[in-house]
């Protein structure tokens, strides 16, 4: 069973100001974690991933996340917002299986992005 | 390119009427799934296929059926589609070991 939460289903910051959108999981077999990105009126598109390698991981955008297997959790973080990084972020957990699997999306996080 | 295309993006029908999105791929992945997003619920899974005429239930099927005959088209079929089934539909596909799925642009179904 897996599961994924994303705290906040709307977060607001200023132009310049850090990114930090939270992303807790649930699985009972090591995860593979994803972030995707939707902007309005699109489909979504893959930011970053983490299988296992590296812990720190860096996506597209200049957005990155780490894994913390201790607290279970993915952050996805950007230092410094732009006006188009506004859009839809969801977080998403998939079991290592070797060959796809299913993948269980969290409700989503809207960000805006302000003057 | 690396295709996922679905057809059509937009569909207004009304309750009863027999219904198939298309969805088709071209980068040969075994895997293909459909999920449905609606506001506050995320992405939610129908129906996957883990290859030619191997489909399973996801999370949300009722009201759903799917076909796997080839390996690039899983279209979608909605029998007698209902006012519950409108929202926003994506296909995705998956190939190799590390579960990255691809998705499609959408469709946007509404059932009045």
């Known amino acids: 069973a897996q599961s994924v939460t994303q705290l906040g289903s709307h977060v607001s910051v200023s132009e310049g100001a850090l990114v930090l959108l939270r992303c807790n999981y649930s699985?009972?077999?090591?995860?593979?974690l994803f972030w995707y990105v939707q902007y309005p009126n699109q489909g979504l598109q893959l930011l970053l991933k983490?299988?296992?390698?590296?812990?720190l991981v860096k996506g597209i955008n200049g957005f990155e996340a780490e894994f913390k297997k201790s607290e279970t959790s993915f952050h996805l973080t950007k230092p410094s917002a732009h006006m188009s990084d506004a859009a839809e972020y969801f977080c998403?957990?998939?079991?290592?299986?070797?060959?796809?699997?299913?993948?269980?999306f969290g409700t989503g996080t809207r960000l805006q992005v302000t003057l | 390119e690396a295709q996922v295309t679905q057809n059509p993006r937009y569909l207004i029908t009304v309750t009863g009427k027999k219904l198939t999105v298309t969805c088709s791929q071209n980068?040969?992945?075994?895997?293909m799934s459909w999920y449905r997003q609606d506001p506050g619920l995320g992405l939610r899974q129908i129906y996957y296929?883990?290859?030619?005429?191997?489909?399973d239930k996801g999370d949300v099927p009722e009201g759903y059926k799917v076909s796997r005959k080839e390996k690039r088209n899983f279209p979608l079929i909605l029998e007698s589609p209902s006012p519950n089934q409108t929202s926003l539909y994506f296909c995705?596909?998956?190939?190799?070991?590390?579960?990255?799925?691809?998705f499609g642009p959408g469709t946007r179904l509404t059932v009045l």
């Open positions: 998403a957990v998939s079991g290592r299986g070797g060959t796809a699997s299913k993948l269980t």
């Open positions: 699985s009972s077999v090591p995860p593979y």
């Open positions: 983490y299988t296992s390698a590296a812990t």
């Open positions: 980068m040969n992945h075994e895997y």
């Open positions: 296929s883990m290859n030619v005429e191997v489909t």
């Open positions: 995705a596909t998956a190939g190799g070991s590390t579960d990255t799925q691809y």
